[in-house]
């Protein structure tokens, strides 16, 4: 059964090269071409992905274009069809690349510098099997996600932060922590700088969003 494949990429020249590469293989073939996010949707639309359809199909997107992300293209083809195989093909090398395709529901990440035979296979893989994700480097970023956020601030401006929190002035702080005033705002300065806020109140809703406080001001 030959695979058919859908090729969406903005760099022509690219785009041309990869169609010649997968279509002399002799189970793949190039069932259409599109250089944007919308010519890219009217490309599934006209093969019917977009209608559920989708077996031995595989659609290469490309993340970065000029009209939007390839990755929005990639999750409404995968909410339309768990049938099509889809393969992000990029030059981004990042963790949150690599992790926004798998959540896109993507079968695969393969970098644009990866050799023209681990395209393939990848191409391959998707259409065999849409819904596992392949990607090198995948369990280092997964593990890199799971781990806990370090806080940006230290022991005693967190202290200082919690009182901010509570609703404490900066003398009520600084009796608190028995610090002087000026000790106390150099704390303060330091917590803004870093949260990259610039009042009490941006950085209290910072601290609560980033879990370095509850929602009281009582540390997590």
């Known amino acids: 059964m ?3 494949v859908l090729l969406v990429d903005d760099h022509t020249l690219v785009r041309q090269a990869v169609a010649q590469m997968l279509d002399m293989h002799p189970a793949l073939s190039i069932a259409g071409q599109a250089g944007s996010v919308a010519e890219g949707r009217q490309l599934l639309q006209s093969q019917r992905i977009l209608d559920g359809h ?25 909410r339309a069809s768990s049938q099509v195989g889809i393969v992000v093909l990029t030059m981004h090398a990042d963790d949150t690349t690599l992790l926004d395709a798998l959540d896109a529901g993507a079968s695969a990440l393969v970098r644009k510098s990866s050799p023209a035979e681990e395209v393939v296979s990848a191409v391959l893989r998707a259409a065999e099997s849409p819904l596992t994700f392949s990607a090198a480097g995948l369990a280092e970023a997964l593990r890199r996600r799971s781990e806990p956020k370090q806080t940006p601030l230290t022991v005693r401006e967190t202290e200082v932060l919690e009182l901010l929190a509570e609703g404490s002035s900066v003398a009520q702080v600084g009796k ?4 002087s005033e000026s000790t106390v705002k150099t704390h303060i300065a330091k917590i803004y700088d870093k949260l990259g806020v610039h009042n009490r109140a941006g950085a209290v809703m910072t601290a609560v969003r980033m879990g370095l406080v509850g929602d009281t001001g009582s540390p997590r």
């Open 2 to 4: 030959t695979v058919r």
């Open 54 to 78: 989708g077996a031995h199909t595989v659609l290469v997107v490309d993340v970065s274009m000029p009209d939007g992300s390839g990755l929005a293209l990639a999750r409404e083809a995968r």
């Open 176 to 179: 608190t922590l028995y610090m």
